[in-house]
């Protein structure tokens, strides 16, 4: 086993299932994270976990360091030691954060009846709570980036006016404009913006007319496929430091909104 391989271990052992939202049944041999459940967390294969762990895979990629880095939940510290021992330089501020900070992963763990997901500077889905999951459904591979589900994706349940859409689509555009200027050096950003210029000629045209639209607060229509249109208020909060978007979904006190909403929530 290499240094890697037994620093991956460790790490995937002391993680319970609880921290990262693995449903678990039965008796466990390890408290800890299975490979199975780090590959499905970080989307790798099984077999490629279990030979990095044994030292018969040896140059993982950046990207999947960082996919591992973010589903290890791994500090800033033991994500630069990560990205040493697979012999490569750790990411700079270059490129885009994706570490939630623990407050953060607290705050998502607590709030136990309001949706919140926490996305970077990209609009990058880096994490969400059960409630947020139950509201909007789950996204999977390049869906997880907001930018492109809009553009080039599936969309999602959000429902706009042909005003509100393009408003939308002018914000996303206006604040990836702003992340390729804060974080230069980030080769998966630019890989984004060069895809969805080439395969959306509404992205090609704002991009090029360079919007400036700030992202703000809204009220938006959520066509739940369970209890039909919600009408929900929808915030954002930045975390400064980390370069995150914190979104968070409310209904009115009292409201109709507000009884089926629980109803989606459970």
Not at 65 to 92: I, K, M, V
Not at 105 to 128: E, I, N, S
Request: include cysteine; charged fraction near 30%.
């Amino acid at each position: 086993m290499t240094e890697l391989g037994g620093a991956l271990r460790r790490w995937r052992e002391r993680l319970h299932p609880d921290e990262v939202g693995v449903v678990t049944a039965g008796r466990r041999r390890t408290s800890g994270l299975r490979r199975e459940e780090l590959a499905a967390l970080a989307g790798v294969s099984v077999d490629y976990v279990v030979r990095l762990e044994q030292g018969r895979a040896t140059h993982p990629s950046g990207q999947v360091l960082g996919a591992l880095a973010h589903a290890l939940r791994l500090s800033d510290d033991e994500r630069r030691l990560l990205f040493t021992l697979a012999g490569l330089a750790p990411p700079g501020r270059d490129e885009v954060p994706t570490r939630i900070p623990p407050s953060m992963r607290r705050l998502l763990q607590r709030f136990a009846a309001v949706p919140v997901a926490v996305f970077d500077a990209a609009w990058t889905l880096l994490d969400a709570n059960a409630p947020y999951v139950a509201l909007m459904g789950e996204y999977h591979g390049k869906d997880r980036n907001a930018v492109w589900r809009t553009f080039l994706g599936s969309g999602s349940r959000a429902r706009y006016t042909d005003d509100e859409r393009g408003a939308l689509e002018a914000e996303l555009v206006a604040d990836l404009h702003d992340a390729v200027r804060r974080y230069p050096g980030d080769a998966r950003l630019r890989a984004l913006v060069a895809e969805l210029r080439q395969g959306s000629e509404p992205f090609a045209r704002l991009w090029d007319a360079d919007p400036a639209r700030p992202h703000v607060s809204a009220r938006k229509r959520i066509d739940h496929p369970d209890v039909g249109l919600l009408h929900l208020d929808c915030d954002l909060l930045t975390v400064v430091h980390d370069d995150l978007r914190v979104m968070v979904y409310t209904a009115e006190p009292g409201s109709d909104d507000e009884r089926r909403l629980a109803q989606v929530i459970g």
